[in-house]
């Protein structure tokens, strides 16, 4: 009797470990392992901060790309030149239409090429850094846009029958006091430049980038403004089928091309970790071991941390035209996030991921790069810009670039 109490009392000290290592075990084998297929250059993870400026971070983090494929150089393009410049112009629209157009911090791919194109563009050094001129060490946009929004409201909804200029000089004043001033000249590695003549320098054709889509309200091989209110320049992207969409990216990357990818981060399959799956949370249910009515009466989070635990073994759903139609139309695919998609890699299961270079520091297990997978970007992605010389032969004869 001694001895049987002696060896049960041992199981129970053994199983909570063994229990524990197998616990270990499962999360060991659903975390991703990664096997590089394709890796372009990129400049150094930067971080936005308490920053709506996500589209300035990740287009200039393109273009850098970009300059690096022409040229072989490395630059740190200014994000604050694109942010001063933009937010007068986005105040001015505001301003034309009595109010009826959002002043907010976020923005498209499509401001920073036009806002290049007009007025040039600078080095980060020929500006205040980020965040320096509230004493701050990274951009910090809360009082800024505080201070900024009321005025320009005030402005645009407006009592009088006239309007003076007068309110674009005290705006700029605003601008400048929390971005800092954008140089009229500046010396970079010996030379004297204007914002344009730099520009003019780095290498590119500013007229090789086109902005990509891919929705059924519009005709396809056509353009047409996506009509998202950060889109307030109601810039044209072209019009392509899903399909077709996602052969631009692969071809783009296996040609040395990046791409500046704008879409929906809200989605639950995109982690802080740094992952992008298009959860297939039907099928997950099956995976749980329990009954439906278990499932459902688990909190939302309950839910999300279940599946994040599956990692690679997370089951996905397959994107289509219609649902990404769908999705569209419902506010189920939103525009939140601006990232740099640079290469493309694969799980220990075959599953393929694209990189995406995120601009919110070296946080998440791979140091600010998201591995996204195909299915996730084919069924989020809002838009995006790419140089045309990336897409294939056959759409660009369609598209007529």
């Known amino acids: 009797m001694k001895k049987m109490f002696v060896i049960a009392l041992a199981a129970l000290v053994v199983m909570p470990g063994f229990a524990a290592k197998k616990k270990q075990k499962e999360a060991k084998s659903n975390k991703p392992v990664f096997t590089v297929v394709k890796q372009l250059p990129i400049t150094p993870v930067k971080n936005q901060n308490r920053s709506g400026t996500c ?20 630059y740190d393009l200014a994000e604050m030149f694109i942010a001063n410049k933009d937010y007068l112009e986005r105040a001015e629209l505001t301003v034309r239409m009595h109010g009826d157009s959002q002043f907010a911090q976020g923005g498209s791919a499509g401001d920073v090429l036009l806002t290049i194109k007009n ?52 705006l700029q004043g605003i601008i400048d006091s929390y971005l800092g001033e954008t140089p009229e000249r500046f010396t970079y ?49 072209y019009n392509v089928p899903m399909d077709e969409m996602m052969r631009i990216i692969d071809n783009a990357l296996e040609q040395g091309y990046t791409i500046a990818w704008g879409g929906d981060v809200s989605d639950e399959g995109f982690t802080r970790q740094g992952l992008g799956i298009l959860y297939n949370t039907k099928s997950a249910e099956g995976l749980t071991g329990s009954d439906q009515a278990k499932w459902l009466k688990l909190k939302a989070t309950e839910r999300k941390s279940f599946i994040d635990s599956l990692g690679v073994n997370a089951p996905e759903m397959k994107p289509s035209q219609e649902q990404r139609q769908k999705d569209f139309d419902s506010w189920e695919l939103t525009d939140d996030h601006g990232m740099h998609i640079y290469g493309l890699a694969k799980d220990q299961n075959g599953r393929e991921y694209y990189m995406v270079k995120n601009s919110w520091g070296r946080t998440g297990d791979y140091d600010g790069t998201w591995y996204m997978t195909k299915n996730f970007i084919a069924a989020r992605t809002m838009d995006f810009l790419v140089n045309k010389k990336a897409i294939p032969a056959d759409i660009r004869q369609k598209l007529g670039i």
């Open 55 to 74: 589209w300035a971070y990740s287009t200039l983090s393109f273009f850098e790309s970009e300059i690096l494929k022409a040229t072989g150089k490395e």
């Open 119 to 170: 007025h040039g563009i600078c080095p980060e050094t020929a500006m205040a850094l980020p965040g320096t001129m509230i004493g701050d060490s990274l951009a910090n946009f809360n009082e800024f846009f505080e201070v900024m929004s009321p005025y320009v409201d005030a402005v645009a909804k407006s009592k009088s029958k006239t309007v003076s200029a007068q309110w674009k000089k005290g």
């Open 189 to 237: 590695e010996g030379r004297e430049y204007t914002p344009k003549t730099f520009a003019q320098s780095l290498g590119l054709d500013w007229n090789d980038y086109v902005s990509i889509t891919s929705y059924t309200h519009h005709p396809f091989y056509t353009s047409f403004a996506v009509e998202v209110q950060d889109n307030w320049r109601w810039d044209h992207s």
